[in-house]
């Protein structure tokens, strides 16, 4: 088993929908969870950061940590062509490495 | 204030050359990271210094290797290159070890090597 797993995609959604983005994984010492988002041609950038379990919220965007199902979230509101990307699931264990998901590639339907 | 910059941004070279990228961090960053990408396996981590130190190597060949300079610039050097080293090679700065930072590492926009 993958320490993290993430549906490639890609995700077709019309504009305006409210886009929710997961990953799972399996290592139950993981506390700190990143959503990056990757532009073509661009390196990754942080969108969300989350210690521990609860959510996070940042103008359109949510994000959900349930430890008990190892399981995270990011839900997009009113989501825009701009929001077009993939999107990466990130996590550690409070050490120095961060386990990244392959990346979920969302299109946004205008 | 100026972000994580990489050179070069594209490079095409042929099978058994070897290559050295480069990687200038944020101003004031002393942790740069590398990792390399590819639509198959995603995002896998290379190497992470800190302070000219090597703390941690990923599940790479010794083929693989990096040093970080006193002004926190980072070098990777791929020596013999094989078709499968084909990628996008990312660096990442933060102000210090990883660990304290998860939410300041910043990515630059990568290399994008490709081996013929």
């Known amino acids: 088993q993958k320490e993290v797993e993430q549906d490639p995609g890609p995700l077709s959604v019309p504009e305006g929908a409210i886009v929710s983005l997961n990953c799972t994984y399996s290592n139950s010492a993981f506390q700190y969870f990143m959503w990056y988002r990757q532009y073509s041609r661009k390196g990754p950038e942080l969108l969300m950061y989350?210690?521990?379990?609860g959510n996070k919220e940042d103008g359109r965007f949510t994000a959900q940590v349930d430890k008990s199902s190892k399981y995270i979230s990011l839900f997009i509101r009113d989501s825009q062509p701009s929001d077009s990307a993939t999107y990466l699931c990130?996590?550690?264990?409070?050490?120095?490495?961060?386990?990244f998901g392959k990346g979920t590639r969302l299109h946004i339907l205008p | 204030k100026a972000g994580v910059t990489q050179t070069p941004r594209y490079l095409i070279k042929t099978r058994g050359q070897q290559v050295t990228l480069s990687c200038s961090p944020i101003?004031?960053?002393?942790?740069v990271s590398w990792y390399q990408q590819t639509p198959g396996q995603g995002l896998q981590f290379l190497f992470e210094?800190?302070?000219?130190?090597?703390?941690n190597k990923g599940n790479f060949p010794g083929r693989f290797s990096g040093r970080q300079f006193s002004n926190s610039r980072s070098e990777m050097n791929v020596s013999t290159l094989e078709l499968g080293d084909s990628a996008l090679y990312l660096c990442a700065s933060a102000p210090g070890l990883p660990m304290g930072y998860y939410n300041e590492q910043f990515f630059g926009p990568g290399t994008r090597l490709t081996v013929l």
């Open positions: 210094y800190f302070s000219e130190t090597q703390r």
């Open positions: 989350t210690y521990s379990s």
């Open positions: 101003s004031g960053h002393r942790s």
């Open positions: 990130a996590m550690s264990a409070g050490d120095d490495k961060i386990i």
